[in-house]
């Protein structure tokens, strides 16, 4: 039928549990009216519910739990924490991939690129400035007259003209 697909996947979900909302319990009540197909799937879904139930819960022995402790311990690699050096260490401490370790490197190292550039355009930016100040001061000299031997003038004819 049509809507066998959500009457069983109602069926095999909430309905038999008793969590299915009022208006799916009534769609899927309507459609077994209708649907033998379904309706046996409720009566083999109910039943196996049933051996379920009455298999109960049983206990699992210490000893077996001990076998279990024993085993996974042997399993796990035994190594000395003195002999791993710092980075091995922390590698440990931080639970994630190889490839992830591989970008945050590369990503540490063009931070460091970009702040070291920005570094040096920056000093050259000073040092051009700086000698363009020493300029401007000993030019200021030259025109006063107080020191006649600085070389910072422009040396243009214009500069010769107006002096």
Not at 7 to 20: H, I, P, Q, S, V
Not at 79 to 107: C, D, N, T, W, Y
Not at 122 to 144: D, H, I, P, Q
């Amino acid at each position: 039928m049509k809507g066998c697909k959500k009457a069983r996947e109602l069926l095999t979900t909430d309905y038999l549990d008793g969590c299915a909302c009022q208006e799916d319990k009534l769609y899927v009540d309507k459609h077994l009216e209708q649907c033998r197909e379904c309706g046996s799937l409720r009566g083999a879904l109910e039943a196996q519910r049933a051996t379920f139930k009455k298999a109960g819960r049983k206990d699992v022995p210490e000893r077996l739990w001990q076998n279990i402790r024993d085993a996974v311990i042997a399993q796990r690699p035994e190594e000395p924490v003195a002999s791993l050096g710092f980075l091995e260490r922390l590698k440990g401490l931080i639970p994630a991939p190889r490839p992830v370790f591989a970008l945050s490197s590369v990503f540490t190292v063009v931070i460091l690129i970009v702040v070291m550039t920005n570094a040096f355009v920056r000093n050259k930016e000073l040092a051009g400035k700086a000698s363009a100040a020493e300029g401007l001061v000993g030019y200021s000299f030259t025109l006063n007259g107080e020191n006649d031997d600085l070389l910072f003038g422009l040396g243009t004819d214009m500069e010769e003209y107006f002096l």
